[in-house]
T-cell receptor
């Protein structure tokens, strides 16, 4: 299957940590990505993780991958109002011709 | 990083007219470009994949005669929505992939084009 699922909304206070979760079904996925989309704009790659890694940290962003459970999460530390956006997780499966399969997107709202 | 541009950023047209959207990779050569459609509050749906110099591969359910894709050069792909109708109103996003295979992020996204059909 090619399902990637995310919760639709997350609301946090400025300064708190945000955790956005994603589940996927295809165990042969190679790379998994997190993209950010601001209103009316295209997608900006935030970070990615290769399927043989468990964790990746990049400044305020931490990606955790549980390959057994097919669960991916994105943690944003010290969340700011500028982090308010829609976050998409995506998997790339080269067995499917390298297509990116996107989740539905999680709308993150950061309140001052 | 690699930059992908789209033109126009938004367009309003009358029902029955055709609209062309351009997608350009500005600082790299893209052998493959992708066209996505996004409805409000929804995810990106891949419409088609185009390789330079060959016919586009359309996803199931996407009418190839309705959405004409041309990828004539390594830096330009166009999507033409023919005989547009209000249900074609959407946000269209292109993406370009570099020739550097195996790269972690060989796919870069354009800023999108908002099409409104009256």
């Amino acid at each position: 299957g090619e399902d990637v699922e995310q919760s639709l909304f997350l609301s946090v206070r400025e300064g708190d940590s945000s955790v956005i979760n994603c589940t996927y079904t295809d165990s042969s996925s190679t790379y998994l990505y997190w993209y950010k989309q601001e209103p009316g704009a295209g997608l900006q790659l935030l970070t990615y993780i290769f399927s043989n890694m468990d964790m990746k940290q990049d400044q305020r962003l931490t990606v955790l991958l549980n390959k057994k459970d097919k669960h991916l999460s994105l943690r944003i530390a010290d969340t700011q109002t500028g982090d308010s956006a829609i976050y998409f997780c995506a998997e790339r499966n080269y067995n499917q011709g390298g297509k990116l399969i996107f989740g539905q997107g999680t709308e993150l709202s950061v309140k001052p | 990083g690699a930059v992908v541009s789209q033109h126009p950023s938004w367009v309003i047209c009358k029902s029955g007219t055709s609209v062309k959207i351009e997608c350009r990779s500005l600082d790299f050569q893209a052998t493959t470009m992708f066209w996505y459609r996004q409805f409000p509050k929804q995810s990106l749906m891949l419409m088609a994949t185009s390789n330079e110099g060959s016919k586009a591969t359309y996803e199931q359910g996407v009418e190839k005669d309705k959405f004409l894709i041309n990828h004539a050069s390594l830096t330009l792909s166009t999507l033409t929505v023919t005989s547009a109708h209000p249900e074609d109103s959407s946000f269209y996003i292109c993406s370009a992939r570099t020739t550097l295979l195996g790269s972690y992020n060989e796919q870069f996204f354009g800023p999108g084009t908002r099409l409104t059909v009256l």
